[in-house]
């Protein structure tokens, strides 16, 4: 068996676009062993708020900071997540110039086709395993995702 060097470098890139640590593929022919090292990321946090004290005495010019509040994150709505079962390239539409599966707002059913996963060129359509209304599609058309990525949110009915 020969190696076909334009989708063995295909595949390195793709999974260099994840955060796959580690990946073997083993044939009768070769072993592939793809490990990637940690990386560590350094965020600057911002600094501590200082604290004003105001004697009863004087009276604040300055009003009290406004407060924002977060909106609900999807678990806290009670929505239904639809994960990516591999790791592949995302898209909403069976091919460029047709409609997508699905938009938000539009309610589907248990076993519906809601996208396609591209995975080391198959196209594996992803069905749906909840009942509802799509409330959130997570990914942008023709991104990678990673296994158990959220896809979309699906509010249950």
């Known amino acids: 068996m020969s190696i076909n060097f334009n989708e063995l470098r295909n595949l390195l890139e793709a999974i260099a676009n994840t955060d796959i640590a580690e990946v073997t593929l083993k044939t009768e022919a070769f072993e592939l062993n793809v490990r990637r090292e940690a990386t560590t990321r350094l965020i600057a946090s911002p600094p501590a708020p200082t604290e004003m004290v105001i004697s009863p005495s004087v009276p604040s010019l300055t009003p009290p900071p406004p407060t924002t509040e977060t909106p609900p994150s999807p678990t806290e709505k009670k929505w239904v997540p639809i994960t990516s079962p591999m790791v592949g390239t995302f898209y909403r539409a069976p091919a460029p110039d047709e409609p997508p599966f699905v938009d938000v707002g539009e309610r589907i059913t248990n076993t ?5 996963i591209e995975a080391m060129k198959l196209m594996n359509e992803i069905e749906a395993e909840v009942t509802g209304e799509v409330m959130e599609i997570a990914v942008a058309n ?16």
């Open 112 to 116: 519906q086709t809601v996208c396609i």
């Open 142 to 157: 023709g991104e990678p995702v990673e296994y158990g990525q959220t896809l979309m949110w699906v509010n249950p009915s």
